[in-house]
């Protein structure tokens, strides 16, 4: 099934063309993030798509989906919280900070997904922010010096639909959005594209 | 080509050793017998330093070093584990790392016995280790193929398997997923493991992640016999060791040969063992009495003997003999019978070409073909016919060379080439285009211009050049032109050697020419005056005879013409026509109603011999296991046979044998004269459609029998391949069904409409499950055919298995 409209094949292959002749899959990752925003995540229909405009196999395609945390494989929510547990971060109450978020969102246990779908809460790596630690992004923008009180109230504004500043920039808007930005595609583009929401986990491969 | 890189010395383990600059510290040790653990290290794949089992210390670095990744330089002192207790504690400390998620489950691991982990860990590993927490676990073997199964488990993710898919076949279906602790070898969902290429990365995963479904709790390295053939599956000329555990064949793996087959083998190689332990296989002489009855092997030579005296008798050979068997059979046919009607080929080149190649006047191996800069590959799809020359034409292009393909169907070499389609029988057309230079401003010029330039160019022409009587000599024409080297690319394991022992009904062993005096005398110098100096009939004019009633006996040596004459017609009017067929063969399949006589033949692992690769290396197998019942190696028949008629052959044993080869086979000049090719254009013709066939790697042929594996990985139904505009003018869908109609038949076939056909032509395997191509066939492997969509699939069809495109997988 195709995930992405004409509209946005032509941008693909306008993101494509950017790259130098037999060097077209270093355009694997803008276009991750193009079927990103369609999707809310990436399927395998959209691993093979990527596959099929590079004309790679989709294992390769995989390879380098799966390696990169901001690509996402599994059903994924609107709100992508990050929460750095790394040394630093760690050091100044991550893992409270974590289990925190986990609550407010409502994600069972050994999943990240919440039950409402609006949040997916992961631990990260290093969020190169360690001197205000600990960190957390939302959609990979960060907030800084979180708490477990701050961590709640984040998700709660998100909830009731508000866009909360983050540290440096302006808040970057929901989950397929920003995978447009990255994707460096105007929102405008293809829009109308059909709506999938995130709904039970699947299983790990 | 390149110059020489400069001599770097530098000192390991206090000696002293001199290699080229850009050595690796690890092949330099190898060079003074030090050996360093490793495991991601392959000398043919490029260094990746994933495993980091082969540190060494440097003196004046701070840290350890892994060798695999570590250039030599002057004066450069290395330590390894030898002579480091650094060294040695990192790849102690390594070691434990690697085992902490290892399963240890070698007692019901494939590889137990002989696992580089095991070995290393028990040479320089730590013996007890300090993890104590539960191991990870996955779900345990997942197949990637019906060849392939992976255990996670056990990898260490050396990522030697991904880089063989990325670097040498370039088939990359699998790769690493995901990251961390849960990095993994995987494939994509959906995805199969479609490469002729696979088992390679079994034999070459340094512990038993990857194992091969066909040996899977089959035996362990020291419950089997083991020998070094040579795979007769086709010309490259694979080296492999048999191993066979209670007399039957359980495995095949590749033997390193840099001049041959690197390390690798196709899957055909790997996985087509079977055939000569199916149920088929027939170990007794047999005579026709009331039926066919086992008889002793003098009775059976005997009778053979007495039918044949005085008679018209002819030979027809098939691809798998032995040097030694062809070339005894090129004596028996011409001293003992006085006959020149024999023949081995499939596809008829004729000309100049097939006769300096029969001489081993042309010399190109595969070392030139990886050296070249520029490969021009005409009428040949190397992956399907000779899958070893595919990797080295591969390894070439990432050398840098130039690759183009001259065919009528685009081949799996074209991530690194560029292809000029044409229709098939128009190859010399566009070979003559290229010699000319090409038009101003077309591809051929372009082409042209970048094989003039290139140093070291190479022509390698296959056998659907065959289909055009001159093409084949325009294209040493053009080697000539370009001063580029040639060779005459045969498909068949056997092929090379036939032609030149003169299993061939002009060519005397040698090349020499039966119809040149000078050249005839040279032969019978040696097998005393031949009884004519007519050439004889080939292969296809022998069938005719037979059908005519001309010929009196008729000699079947490992060929079943109903199958591999292109011309099941003919072939079928000669057995019904003929009146005596002598069968010699590993089985007798559906000759079985005609052979008035068989002759038990022993399979290639059960005797001693040579085989000839297409660059025209002869190299010995040697016997993994005694003949079969009562089978016997071909040439031991036909010196039976010279005796019973009477007229000795000479050789009791294969030295004497061998003995006479080398003095008639050793490489002969040529003079080389004007071809029958005169530059004026060569003619064409143009069909409404032209069929062409060849046949794929995994097919129906006899020595893939019993490979079920194999088959379920890599065998396609028969299928009818369209270019779109073809496909739209005669209605045709991609995924629908088409009746294809010659002079010699029709069948129903499943459509693929693909742009990878030439337009104006139209491509059925040979034998693939569904059609047995040779009944569309009259004697060329190509035909004028006609193409009609037929609704839903109709009578021909064969019941739904799942027959669709590669394209169609959801
Ligand atoms: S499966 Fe084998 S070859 Fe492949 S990465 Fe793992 S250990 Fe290495
Ligand atoms: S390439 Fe040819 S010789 Fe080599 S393993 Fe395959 S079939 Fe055998
Ligand atoms: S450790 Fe958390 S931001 Fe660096
Ligand atoms: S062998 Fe050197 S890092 Fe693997």
Known sequence: MAVLTPELRAEAERIKARYPAGRERSAIMPLLYLVQSVEGRVTQDGLREVASLLGITTAEVEAVAGFYTMIRLRPTGRYVVSVCTNLACALRGARGVLEAARRTAGVPTDGELSEDGLFTVHEEECLAACDAAPVVAVNFANYDRMTEATVSELIEALRRGEEPPPARGPFPGDFRLVSRLLAGVPESVGAGAPEATATAEEPLR | MSVEPEPVTLTIDGKEVTVPTGTLVIRAAEQLGIEIPRFCDHPFLDPVGACRQCYVEIEGQRKLFTACTTEVAAGMVVHTQNTSELAHEGQVANLEFLLINHPLDCPICDRGGECPLQDQTMAFGPGESRYIEPKRVYRKPIPLSPLVLLDRERCVLCARCTRFCDQISGDRFIEMFARGAGQQVAIAAGEDFRSPFSGNTIQICPVGALTASTYRFVARPFDVHVADGICGHCSAGCNVRVDVRRGEVVRVLARDNAEVNDAWICDKGRFAFRAADGPGRVTTPLIRERGLEPASFDEVLGRVAEWSRGARVAFLTGGRLADEDAFALSKLARVAFGTNDLDHRRAFHGGLAEELEAASALRVTYRDVERAGAILVVGLDAEQEVPILHLRIRKAARRGARVFVVHSRETRLSDVAEHLLCRPGQEGAVLERLIEGGAAGSDEERVARALRTAEGAVVLAGSLLAEHPLATDVALRLSRRLGAGFALVPRRAGDRGALRAGVHPALLPGGRRLAVASERAEVEAVWGELRSSEPGRNGREILEACARREIDVLFLVGVDPLRDVPDAALARRALENVPVKVVQSLELGELEPYAD????????????????????????????????????????????????????????????????????????????????????????????????????????????????????????????????????????????WARVRTGAGEATLPVRVSSRVAQGSVFVPFNQPGLEANRLLSGRFTAAATLEAVPGGGEGARGGEGIAGPEAKT
Do not use: N
């Open chain 2, 597 to 736: 006589a068989f002759l038990p033949a022993a399979a290639l692992h059960e005797r001693e011999g040579h085989l000839t690769t297409w660059e025209g290396r002869s190299q010995r197998t040697r016997p993994v296991r005694a003949p079969a019942g009562l089978s016997r190696p071909d040439w031991e028949i036909f010196a039976g046979l010279a005796e019973a008629v009477g007229a000795p052959l000479g050789f009791g044993s294969v030295e004497e044998l061998r003995e006479e080869m080398e003095a008639l086979l050793a490489p002969r000049e040529v003079s080389e004269r004007p071809t029958a090719w005169v530059g004026a254009g060569v003619p064409q013709w143009l069909d409404e459609v032209t069929l062409f066939t060849y046949p794929l790697l995994v097919d129906e042929g006899r020595l893939s029998e019993g490979a079920s594996e194999l088959k379920a990985a890599l065998e396609e139904p028969a299928f009818v391949e369209v270019h779109p505009e073809d496909a739209e003018r005669l209605h045709l869908a991609d995924g629908g």
